[in-house]
Nanobody, 128 residues
Framework: EVQLVESGGGLVQAGGSLRLSCAAS????????IGWFRQAPGKEREGVSC????????YYADSVKGRFTISSDNAKNTVYLQMNSLKPEDTAVYYC?????????????????????WGQGTQVTVSS
């Protein structure tokens, strides 16, 4: 059974940092990209950052470039999202996801429709 479990969310002041974790199981971790997406109240879900576990290629949304870093620990089947210099507009529920239906999807694209398995989400709240 495919499972993606996020952790690490919380409340932080603007300028602070959080590290999100996504623990994956039930599939061959090295064969798939893993993505971080977020959804703020009243807004559509958007891609934040994605990574290919096989070659480490990554994607970052323009809004987080230079502040967020995605990484993969293949030994632990876990993907991390280090979030620095957080802003109130980063407030959202953060989800990790995997494109289980098609392992050819690459971490350099991070398109929402490519991802079909999702975690339960973790809340990130950044206060001003």
């Amino acid at each position: 059974e495919v499972q993606l479990v996020e952790s690490g969310g919380g409340l932080v002041q603007a300028g602070g940092s959080l590290r999100l974790s996504c623990a994956a199981s039930g599939f061959t971790f090295d064969d798939y990209a893993i993505g971080w997406f977020r959804q703020a109240p009243g807004k559509e879900r958007e891609g934040v950052s994605c990574i290919s576990s096989s070659d480490g290629s990554t994607y970052y949304a323009d809004s987080v470039k230079g502040r967020f870093t995605i990484s993969s620990d293949n030994a632990k089947n876990t993907v991390y999202l280090q979030m620095n210099s957080l802003k109130p507009e980063d407030t959202a529920v953060y989800y990790c996801a995997a494109p289980i239906a098609d392992p050819s999807y690459h971490g350099s694209s991070c398109l929402l429709y490519e991802y079909d398995y999702w975690g339960q989400g973790t809340q990130v709240t950044v206060s001003s």
